[in-house]
């Protein structure tokens, strides 16, 4: 028989806090905020600015929790 022998890589290293960072996404969730910030802005009416800022507080969180 053969002797057949398994791939010895190299373990694999943990994650450190730039590799957790990078799976929000921060390029993409950038742009979807300021989209809904322009969106806010342009509005034709006037946006109370306590709803403007949960609106905003809300996207960016349901945005990060998509990821």
């Not at 791939?7 to 950038?30: C, H, I, N």
């Not at 600015?49 to 998509?66: D, E, M, N, Q, R």
């Amino acid at each position: 028989m053969t002797d057949i022998r398994a791939y010895e890589g190299t373990a694999p290293q943990e994650a450190g806090f730039g590799d957790y960072f990078a799976l929000l996404k921060p390029r993409v969730m950038s742009l979807v905020v300021f989209t809904a910030l322009v969106g806010l802005v342009v509005a034709p009416v006037p946006v109370h600015p306590v709803v403007a800022l949960a609106s905003i507080l809300f996207i960016a969180i349901g945005g990060g929790a998509s990821g």
